[in-house]
């Protein structure tokens, strides 16, 4: 009898850890010892034989195949012996693995001589010699046609329980993806929803002085690391989120002291031209210019150190960047110049959310930056928000 591979004929029989210390019941061993010692061991009877086998009494044994298949043992027997070809998936598992078989169950249905490997040795052989002896012709007759429909039956339902087996896979995988995503604040899980391969800002350099370029270097690793911060430490499981953060960083010599309004009118072009990767935000972009890169942050390679959620943070180890309105016009009302100062983490969690989801606008982004320093949020909140803490201006 095969398994799904054709290759094993074990896989689907009891198995049992191999510790050669049990000892069987009395009355079984009372059993296998008298039928040891006779001339013709086939004459037992089948309430016996039951008995060895670990199946219920005839009676119990065909009340139960009767309901399942509606048949006696005998009879199903003879259906095997006359037309094997006909025999049921559940037939054939009555005549191979025993009435009592359920599938998946490895304690179920009949022993097999695995079961007596538990026992000690002196048992053991016991148990072998009386199996050995009981064999004869129709049984294994019986025994055979059955495992050849069985094969078959396994064969030609193979498809279907692949199928079973991915379905079974697929509900494990969803089942395990809404445990994960229930522990999400809402706003990571549309993140991950929207399926971007990438993420994050156009970020412009505007300041080539000599010497510049090691702080650029260093600026790009505070960025990635403050990015892994705030997604792996301040936010619940977003973590997933760290490795497609991938902001366009553009070095170019041109830019050098570059003005507000030139940087908008590349990163115009830059839209226009679809220069811009899938997934940077379109309309905003970042500046780091001379007071960034000779930032103190910058000079001692200081890491972003979080504090507890609810607790006002000054942001006194981090940088403070300019996001700007590409699309800004002069022609504004309020004293909004067209851009705002805001802590490098908040750009990874509400600047950019501000973008995907369309929920505030510059004036409002404006409104909540002036009032000073940012709460840090609770890692469990739904959304990220820029919520005013101490009057502090920002670094």
Known sequence: MSTDSGSSTLHQFP????TKNLRMPPEDKALYERIALLTDPTSITRAEKNQLDGLPPPDEEDRLCVEKVGLTMAELKDKVAVSHVTLTQ?????????????????????RYLLWSMDLVD??????????????????NAIKRLASKRWDELRRL?????????????????????????????????????????????????????????????????????TAATVLR???????????????FLVSDPELDGASLDTLRERFKRMRENGEIPSGRATDCF?????????????STKTLYKPKSPGEADPWDTTLSLRAVDPDYKDTDTLDFEGYIGIPLPKVFDWLYYCFISKNEDWKTRYVNTKGGPAEVMDPDAPYPAYRSGMGLPLP
């Open 15 to 18: 198995t049992f850890l191999i």
């Open 90 to 110: 559940e037939e054939a598992d009555i005549i191979l693995f025993g009435v009592t078989w359920e599938p998946g169950n490895l304690a179920s249905g009949k």
């Open 122 to 139: 002196e048992e053991r052989q016991l148990v072998e010699k009386v199996q050995t002896s009981l064999g004869n012709p129709y049984d």
């Open 157 to 225: 339902n193979q498809s279907a329980r692949e199928q079973r087996r991915e379905q079974k896979a697929q509900k494990m995988r969803a089942a395990f993806a809404a445990q994960r995503e229930a522990g999400r604040p809402k706003w990571v899980q549309e993140m991950l929803a929207a399926k971007l391969a990438h993420w994050g800002f156009v970020i412009f350099r505007t300041d080539y002085r000599e010497g510049t370029d090691k702080k650029w270097h260093v600026f790009k690793g505070i960025y990635r690391m």
């Open 233 to 247: 430490d301040c936010w619940s499981k977003a973590n997933a989120l760290v490795t497609t953060q991938k902001s």
């Open 286 to 298: 970042l500046v780091v210019d001379e007071a960034a890169l000779d930032h103190d942050v910058i």
